[in-house]
Each structure stands twice: as C-alpha cells, then as structure tokens.
C-alpha cells in the first residue's frame, strides 16, 4: 500500500459545478496536510495548508482533514475553466525544516466552459 | 517578491552524458529542496538543505546524482552519468526555516534519449 492514494482522474466538470478531490494516507503519523496546484508545464503552487483533524476556508476553496478515516478533501465551489489544472495532496509528518512532503499522484481536472 | 528560478527550463541528452540544473530560491528561505517528478506522479524529494548543510538525501541516488550549496543560497544539482529512468522534471523548491510551507519553481523537464 502507498503511502498516499490519490485518484488520478482525469476529473471533467461543467463550469461552475462543485469539485471535490480526495487522497487517502496510511501513515498515520502525518499531521500537515497540503494541496497544491500544478498547471501545465508549471511548479506546483500551494492552495491549502492545514494542520491536523478540521476544515479550512479560502475563497471558493475548501479542504478537510479526516485523521480518523485518514482522509483528506479538497472542495471547490462555482469552478472555474482557470481551475484546470492538476491537484496534488501533500502530507508531512513534521513542520518546519525537516518536513518531508509525501505527495499523492495528483488529479487532473478539466473544468468545461 | 521575487519567485524561485531554475535553469535551463528544458534539456535532452544521450544517455551516459553527465547534466547539471541550477535553482536561485526566494531571498531569505534557508530551506531549499530538489524533487523529481515522473511523468504522472507526485513530485518526489531527491535531496533537502538547510543552508549549506544537508538535511536529508535518503532518497538520492548518489551513485550517479549529487548536489551542493556552497554558500547557503543557490544550489546545483548533477546527474553522471545520465540514464533513461531519469527523464523528468526536476522541480527546486524553497522555505522558510521552520515553516513548511514550499514554494516551487517552474522546474526543468530533462529528457534522456
């Protein structure tokens, strides 16, 4: 089992719908959890960072942390055709500088106009 | 403020040839990181500094990888000599010490045919 399952999609949705992107861990030492975004031919950018079990707002963007379940969603609210892009999840056990991220594959979402 | 910068954007070589990558990170981030990314996969670390110092290369192939800050600021890192496997991008990223969130250039896609 990896460490981080993430499905890679790819994920093709009507503007404006509601998109919701899952990873699932087996580690359960993790404690910061991340989303990035990847457009083509890019370095990833960091959308979400969340600390622990609970719920994190910005904007059209949601993330969730289930430590229980060892789930993590990320929700995004009215998509947008600029949201398509590749979602990656990245998770650590420690913060600060000797956090070693662990990613997930990453979901490819095509958001139709 | 001004983003991480990478070096070349792109590069294809024969294999057996050797090849370096250059990363200027944000001014001020101590942490600097370099990650390899496979075609439709996560990114995944090669090697962390913490200034000049090594922080973490359990996963780096030094048999025929190696890389080095010298003065704590931008870093370089070498494949010889180069085998297939090795096409990717090879993404440089950068933090702050004692914070984890990273902050990613736009990478260099190395192609070895």
């Known amino acids: 089992q990896k460490e981080v399952e993430q499905d890679p999609g790819p994920l093709s949705v009507p503007e404006g719908a509601i998109v919701s992107l899952n990873c699932t861990y087996s580690?359960?030492?993790?404690?910061?959890f991340m989303w990035y975004r990847q457009y083509s031919r890019k370095g990833p950018e960091l959308l979400m960072y969340?600390?622990?079990?609970g719920n994190k707002e910005d904007g059209r963007f949601t993330a969730q942390v289930d430590k229980s379940s060892k789930y993590i969603s990320l929700f995004i609210r009215d998509s947008q055709p600029s949201d398509s892009a590749t979602y990656l999840c990245?998770?650590?056990?420690?913060?600060?500088?000797?956090?070693?991220?662990?990613f997930g594959k990453g979901t490819k979402l095509s958001v139709k106009p | 403020e001004a983003g991480v910068a990478q070096s070349p954007r792109y590069k294809i070589i024969e294999k057996r040839q050797s090849v370096a990558f250059w990363c200027n990170p944000i001014?001020?981030?101590?942490?600097l990181y370099w990650y390899q990314q496979i075609l439709g996969q996560g990114p995944k670390l090669l090697i962390q500094?913490?200034?000049?110092?090594?922080?973490?290369d359990s996963q780096l192939p030094k048999d025929r990888f190696s890389a080095e800050r010298l003065k704590g600021v931008d870093s370089t890192l070498k494949i010889q000599p180069a085998k297939l496997e090795d096409s990717a991008v090879y993404l440089c990223?950068?933090?702050?010490?004692?914070?984890?969130?990273?902050?990613f250039g736009p990478g260099t896609r190395l192609t070895v045919l």
């Open positions: 990223a950068s933090s702050l010490a004692g914070r984890g969130e990273q902050f």
């Open positions: 580690n359960s030492a993790f404690q910061y």
């Open positions: 969340t600390y622990s079990s």
């Open positions: 990245a998770m650590s056990s420690s913060r600060g500088s000797q956090g070693n991220l662990i």
């Open positions: 001014s001020g981030h101590a942490t």
């Open positions: 500094f913490q200034n000049n110092g090594v922080v973490d």
